[in-house]
């Protein structure tokens, strides 16, 4: 079968670029051929000479002034190409884009988000005008694109404003690649974290991953670290790695005298080996539709303070491997269970043993639910079911 997978940027180190790239990878290496087009490709390309040879990757910059408008520009482009070179059994989207026979829902509702999280002057704009009628055009009850959810709780809040029906919606169990359970020994990725950021051997560390730092909240991650007491912050570093623009971080961070507690890195190919090395893991983010990395945090054995705005929040309290910011958010919660979290890192708590335990389990689960095929498997039934409705 020929797939079209159309994503807006490609990046190695976003949660949804990974997903994309390993179901390509799974397709491909079924026989199954998938093209892949965005508007720009970071890292390296798939190779032609690789069992997965059968992927192929389009570049096609947008036009525009504003993000919106390079969006619905590549999406014309995409879609005239699609209709002058191609057949395809099955296009699928990464983003909200308009024509998709599937949906890989990893961002939560926006008409939700625009309505609870903004002001009514936003919804004025050609901005949120344009992402209101593309998630329309997903989810509307006349549409006829399937979703794959990785956050079922999420199916409610689409339903709500768009009435889509119940079958249209298809579950992936969360998925935790090999790798991130390839443990390594604990002291030695204590000294390799502190290593690459050249930091004392006695220095405390929690970490924030991923991209969009605002969306996954180190402002707030900046807020409670100037709220802990001065002893507290002395040996203590908060290190943000992803891809994003540091510099309004940076400046709260000197408003806030703080900056020497705050290390803010480009994304990098080897955070399983430096979660191995951090106390704990730190997500306080605004609003997930999952939170990979929450995931990825509890296989290394690293305890987990998030909010419960992201729906990997959860697994964090079923697994029992670390804390939970409550909704509505509250940054004095947020300063006050960070206070928590350095205070057992300080005393050597049992309790960190205890989540780190916990939380390796509970991945190892995790892991014999999806094997890594899950979104190929549904792909394959839907891309059949279509071929039976055309004949």
């Known amino acids: ?28 290496e079924a026989g199954h051929s998938v093209d892949i087009f965005t508007m720009s490709w970071d890292g390296q390309m798939p190779r032609e000479d690789l069992p997965e040879g059968n992927i192929r990757a389009h570049i096609m910059p947008g036009n525009g002034w504003f993000n919106f408008q390079k969006y619905q520009d590549f999406i014309g482009q995409v879609q005239a190409r699609i209709a002058r070179e191609f057949s395809f059994d099955l296009v699928v989207g990464y983003n909200r884009i308009s024509g998709l026979d599937v949906y890989f829902a990893a ?22 005008r344009w992402f209101q009628k593309i998630e329309q055009a997903i989810f509307s009850p006349q549409a006829k694109t399937q979703m794959l959810m990785v956050d079922m709780a999420e199916k409610a809040v689409f339903q709500r404003w768009y009435q889509t029906q119940d079958d249209r919606f298809h579950y992936i169990p969360p998925y935790l690649s090999g790798e991130r359970l390839q443990l390594h020994d604990r002291a030695e990725m204590r000294s390799y974290l502190r290593d690459a950021f050249n930091l004392p051997p006695e220095t405390k560390i929690a970490l924030l991953v991923g991209s969009g730092f605002y969306m996954k909240g180190l402002d707030r991650a900046v807020q409670a670290l100037a709220s802990l007491p001065a002893d507290m912050r002395k040996d203590f570093k ?8 540091p510099a309004p971080f940076i400046r709260m961070a000197n408003k806030l005298k703080v900056a020497d507690n705050l290390i803010i890195s480009r994304g990098r190919p080897d955070i399983p080996q430096l979660m191995q090395g951090a106390n704990f893991y730190l997500h306080p983010a605004y609003r997930e539709n999952t939170g990979l990395v929450i995931l990825e945090a509890l296989a290394s054995g690293l305890p987990v303070l998030a909010t419960a705005s992201c729906g990997y929040a959860v697994h964090v309290q079923e697994a029992d491997a670390g804390q939970v910011v409550p909704v509505p958010f509250e940054q004095a919660t947020l300063n006050r269970m960070l206070q928590e979290m350095v205070s057992l890192v300080h005393a050597r708590d049992t309790r960190l043993e205890k989540w780190r335990d916990n939380g390796l389990q509970y991945a190892r689960r995790l892991m014999m639910e999806n094997d890594g095929s899950a979104e190929a498997a549904i792909m394959l039934r839907i891309a059949g079911q279509k071929q039976e409705a055309a004949i």
């Open 238 to 245: 908060l290190i943000a790695i992803g891809q994003d623009k």
């Open 1 to 28: 079968m020929k797939f079209a997978f159309l994503i807006f940027k490609y990046f190695p180190y976003g949660g949804m670029q990974r997903d994309m790239l390993r179901t390509a990878t799974r397709l491909a």
């Open 107 to 128: 961002d939560p509702c926006f008409i939700e988000r625009a309505h609870k999280q903004r002001n009514w002057l936003y919804r004025l704009t050609p901005r949120y």
